[in-house]
């Protein structure tokens, strides 16, 4: 986990044990939320979030059959982000860290993309190709 992670909200929302046991690893500075201020400030966002999560993982074909448990710790972790037009998702050559499912929009698979220092500068033959409408 790094920064802005959070923990400890499944036990929260769910009143349940906690699911994980958390070390810190090198010197790290926590946020800590009592419960009473997390439940009345924070629970009814987080469940509708949740649950706007979980009803769209099960529309997935990787997702059928996985209990209901499984699903809400997906939703827990996950996150929602809004790319702009020509945002660069994922980079030929690179590893992932992370696994995208395309809720709304489009994109376009583009390969033989030339990443030079670390993303910095980058050449793509017929840039504007790559997001051209689909015909």
């Given at each position: 986990m790094g920064r802005r992670t959070l923990f400890g909200e499944l036990s929260l929302l769910f009143d349940t044990?906690?699911?994980?046991?958390?070390?810190?690893?090198?010197?790290?500075?926590?946020?800590?939320?009592?419960?009473?201020?997390?439940?009345?400030?924070?629970?009814?966002?987080?469940?509708?979030?949740?649950?706007?999560?979980?009803?769209?993982?099960?529309?997935?074909?990787?997702?059928?059959?996985?209990p209901d448990r499984t699903l809400m710790m997906l939703a827990c972790r996950s996150s929602i982000s809004t790319l702009l037009q020509d945002t660069m998702v994922a980079v030929q050559g690179l590893r992932s860290k992370k696994v995208h499912f395309v809720r709304d929009g489009r994109l376009k698979v583009v390969r033989e993309i030339q990443v030079y220092e670390l993303l910095e500068a980058t050449t793509v033959m017929n840039y504007q190709d790559m997001y051209a409408s689909p015909d």
């Open positions: 044990t906690r699911t994980a046991t958390v070390i810190a690893t090198e010197p790290t500075v926590v946020l800590v939320i009592p419960k009473e201020a997390f439940m009345h400030c924070m629970k009814k966002p987080l469940l509708l979030k949740i649950n706007s999560l979980i009803e769209f993982y099960r529309l997935l074909p990787f997702a059928k059959g996985l």
